[in-house]
């Protein structure tokens, strides 16, 4: 499967941003979702995922009640909505899909295949 993340950008504390991860292939509903995120000077870190269904949802503390990951399988896309935004979301996120169930490894970028290109987020304070 290929990803192609998009709708990055600058954007004030406080404020919005969907982000959109398109994929192609015809078993997009067959895989889990997932958004890392890669600040300056920083390591990768799990935002959230969701299970092929859209029954099962995981998220980061730091973002817990602020973001959300929906995701279409009649569309081939997942979102990341990014409410409440803060200085320190700023970063570059990624968008990641595994194949099949995801388990206790739904934080472990290693457990994702496929990684799209990235997409940069700026929140000004």
């Known amino acids: 499967v290929q990803l192609q993340a998009s709708g990055g950008g600058l954007v004030q504390a406080g404020g919005s941003l969907r982000l959109s991860c398109a994929a192609s292939?015809?078993?997009?509903?067959?895989?889990?979702l997932g958004w890392f995120r890669q600040a300056p000077g920083k390591e990768r870190e799990f935002v959230a995922s969701i299970n092929w269904s859209g029954g099962s949802t995981y998220y980061a503390d730091s973002v817990k009640g602020r973001f959300t990951i929906p995701r279409d399988n009649a569309k081939n896309t997942v979102y990341l909505q990014m409410n409440s935004l803060k200085p320190e979301d700023t970063a570059v996120y990624y968008c990641?899909?595994?194949?099949?169930?995801?388990?206790?490894?739904?934080?472990?970028?290693?457990?994702?295949?496929?990684w799209g290109q990235g997409t940069l987020v700026t929140v000004s304070s």
């Open positions: 292939g015809r078993t997009f509903s067959s895989y889990a």
């Open positions: 990641a899909a595994a194949y099949g169930l995801l388990g206790s490894r739904y934080r472990d970028y290693d457990r994702y295949g496929y």
